[in-house]
């Protein structure tokens, strides 16, 4: 999938999700033109100054722009710097757990964020986040700070930490440019939904890169804000050293906000998440979630229900099942005249149920009963049974992802490693890829 967002060699349309969102905050917020915006053939379509309506909007369906729109477009009230200040401010006086976690580094981000760099590009973005989704805004602030935090633990350097802060504020920006029904909901996205989602952080660095003096640095690691180190994340699978430092820690704060935003006992579990399958995350940023965590580990499991523990031995053979079935298809696969395609969704199948099957053994209290576990241990059991299972889900969407391309055949064949999971099944195409 490809973004309309940022410039192409026969000139730049414009995102209609993007657009209909900033004539949205337009309506809200003072949103002007910085410049004429113009087309490819010179036809002036907006004057300089003059704030943005709907019928800007109008006027530039089918248009093709000379400069990216966002390029040509400020905001002058809205998302600022004395904003984002209030927000973290608020964040920290919040009492959560993540709050409560980073207070050591309060002063420190506080004076860095004041300082930061806030590219025009920067501030519509997020402004027409804060008209149509104001949780956006709360979760990049609350990246900000926890990445910064992050980085002040390795260097003492105000640049480096600005960098950090300005790539926590901006990593789901691309999020404007996909449409809202995939966006903050409660249930895993199924396939179609993934798909859309995918694109962000890659539409996120080319908005950046296009429209923006920022450093090169800060767009690679938003794109790589959802890559893990043992090629599972997206958009690009990259793994371990194609993965920039900055790049490592955002998407360890990515997955620590994600769990804080749903769960009360945030740095427990996310440092659990973190650590339950060896590999997918750098250590570094891993060991700062679970330093946290350690510090606040007497109120971890506390109201926490552990009657109602996950259901260990049927993961577990649910696990077994899945690997048998992916070792099966392979063996078939090989037999026959199939795609090279077709053969690497298999291969990635079985190391990823083999890597969950070595991460579940090494959890000490899978072989005691129930009864005889201390409540951690319960609580331990019910974490690992929610990550693994996620990761199952994850695996299936991925295979299903990765298969659309494929023969009929082969997809068919390939259907059993999806089709035991809570996943619809795949519209097949019959095209060979």
């Known amino acids: 999938m490809q973004s309309n967002a940022v410039a192409k060699e026969e000139g730049n349309a414009t995102n209609p999700i993007a657009l209909n969102a900033i004539i949205k905050a337009a309506e809200k917020y003072t949103i002007v033109a910085s ?8 036809m002036k379509l907006w004057a300089k100054n003059q704030p943005v309506s709907a019928t800007l909007q109008q006027r530039l369906l089918e248009r093709k722009l000379s400069k990216p729109l966002e390029a040509c477009l400020t905001s002058e009230n809205g998302v600022t710097l004395f904003t984002l200040n209030d927000d973290f401010e608020r964040f920290m006086d919040s009492g959560s757990a993540l709050a409560r976690g980073l207070q050591p580094w309060a002063s420190l981000l506080q004076q860095q964020l004041r300082q930061l760099p806030f590219h025009s590009v920067s501030q519509l973005m997020l402004t027409t986040a804060l008209a149509n989704r104001p949780s956006m805004v709360e979760h990049a602030v609350h990246a900000m700070a926890l990445v910064g935090a992050m980085v002040s633990r390795t260097t003492q350097s105000s640049h480096e930490i600005r960098i950090a802060m300005l790539a926590g504020l901006l990593h789901d920006i691309g999020e404007i440019y996909i449409s809202p029904e995939y966006l903050d909901t409660d249930s895993h996205l199924d396939v ?7 694109v962000h952080p890659r539409i996120a660095q080319m908005l950046l890169v ?18 893990r180190l043992n090629g599972s994340g997206y958009p690009a699978r990259l793994q371990k050293d194609d993965i920039s430092p900055l790049g490592r820690m955002l998407a360890v704060t990515e997955v620590t906000l994600g769990i804080a935003r749903q769960h009360p006992d945030a740095l427990t579990r996310a440092s659990f998440a973190l650590r339950v399958l060896p590999g997918e995350f750098d250590l570094l940023p891993v060991g700062f979630i679970s330093n946290m965590a350690r510090e606040q580990a007497a ?5 926490m229900d552990t009657k109602q523990a996950s259901n260990s031995p049927q993961l577990k053979d649910e696990m077994q099942t899945l690997l048998e079935t992916a070792q099966r298809i392979r063996e078939q696969l090989m037999a026959m005249s199939s795609s090279l395609r077709a053969k690497a ?12 099957q070595i991460a579940w053994n090494s959890l000490g209290c899978w072989g005691l009963e129930h009864a005889a576990m201390t409540a951690a241990e319960q609580y331990e059991q019910q ?3 929610w990550e693994l299972k996620h990761r199952l889900f994850e695996l299936a969407r991925e295979s299903m992802l990765m298969a659309e391309k494929l023969a009929l055949q082969e997809q068919l064949m390939l259907s059993p490693l999806w089709a035991s999971l809570d996943l619809p099944a795949p519209k097949l195409d019959t095209e060979i890829a």
């Open 299 to 303: 109120a971890a499991h506390a109201g």
């Open 192 to 198: 179609l939904g993934h798909k859309h989602m995918v």
């Open 383 to 385: 974490l690992a049974g």
């Open 35 to 42: 410049e004429d915006i113009v087309d490819v053939t010179g």
């Open 345 to 356: 969704i298999v291969e990635t199948a079985c190391q990823r149920i083999d890597r969950m």
């Open 210 to 227: 296009t429209t923006t003096d920022y450093p090169e640095r800060i767009s690679q690691a938003i794109a790589e804000h959802h890559e």
